[in-house]
């Protein structure tokens, strides 16, 4: 018998794990993006929730100046994506830590939940009101080749064991800069935590996977502040053309990586015959999210 979405909103008020739950009744090995986001959609507002709370408020403070340092030392650059930036709680911190901020910022997430929450916290503790949030998967990113000067993570990439290298392309092909990693350390880590890691699904060896692509790994090291010691982070800085023009990012149909433009409220690609939705003002574009409309005009 299949679980319904009542009976998943049930276990996570119990307390339970709905990425090990659905891997179970599903027989899957790893999680899939379909897991990943009713996961992750359960969870929405639960991060936005402890914000403001000790000892989280300081540890999360932290860590979000650390990730502010590692990418302020790649110098001033005009665009940055947040590629799973989930309710934006980090994404508002490290814009504070850094000296000169990117004057383009977009974050996107699989969870549609989770972005409208985090994106109206994000606003409403002064977070530039012309963030770009947008419902994508790190599969399919809804951007051109080079879009954005940086792209990083912070523990996104994490519950995609066995896709480390498809996803790392993918965020390497609309960076035109670096690519910069907060994921699990899962080689610099203790046995007990490398335990942890495997029986959740976690991801493993990325500058392994980075540089069999033939990416130049420059740093991977533990980050000076974490907040689960249980699940250390590492710091792993991918470079890709360091001395390139600064980057405008640029939308396209995630399915065919056609031009994109909106129209009232929805995004349609005349190329590849598709439009997407717009929910409450945050564009939905996933490959699932297309609708065939050869048709719609302008």
């Known amino acids: 018998m299949s679980l319904t979405p009542k009976d998943l909103k049930a276990a996570y008020d119990r307390g339970e794990n709905i990425s090990a739950l659905l891997r179970s009744h599903s027989g899957a090995m790893a999680n899939s993006e379909d897991i990943i986001q009713l996961s992750y959609d359960l969870q929405a507002g639960s991060y936005v929730a402890v914000q403001n709370q000790d000892p989280w408020r300081e540890i999360l403070s932290r860590y979000a100046l650390a990730v502010a340092d590692h990418l302020s030392s790649l110098g001033s650059f005009h665009s940055l994506l947040d590629a799973g930036v989930g309710e934006a709680t980090t994404l508002l911190r490290v814009l504070q830590g850094m000296p000169q901020k990117p004057a ?9 939940s989770r972005l409208k ?49 498809e996803l790392l392309a993918e965020l390497c092909r609309v960076a035109s800069r670096y690519v910069v990693l907060f994921e699990p350390g899962y080689e610099l880590a203790p046995p007990e935590a490398q335990q942890r890691m495997a029986q959740h699904g976690y991801c493993r060896d990325l500058p392994g996977h980075a540089r069999a692509l033939g990416m130049t790994v420059v740093k991977h090291e533990l980050l000076s502040a974490c907040p689960n010691p249980n699940n250390p982070t590492a710091v792993t800085i991918i470079a890709k053309n360091p001395d390139a023009a600064q980057s405008i990012p640029s939308l396209v149909c995630p399915q065919y990586r056609t031009p994109i433009f909106i129209a009232d409220d929805l995004y349609y690609s005349a190329d590849s015959l598709r439009a997407y939705p717009v929910l409450r003002g945050i564009p939905c574009l996933k490959p699932e999210h297309a609708i065939i409309a050869s048709k719609l005009t302008p």
């Open 104 to 112: 383009v910022v977009h974050g996107v997430d699989i969870s549609w």
């Open 117 to 165: 929450i985090g994106g109206e916290w994000f606003v409403s503790q002064g977070g530039p009101a012309d963030t770009q949030f947008i419902v994508a998967t790190m599969s399919h990113l809804p951007y051109a080749d080079n879009s954005f000067d940086v792209v990083y993570t912070s523990h996104a990439v994490e519950p995609n064991g066995g896709r480390e290298a």
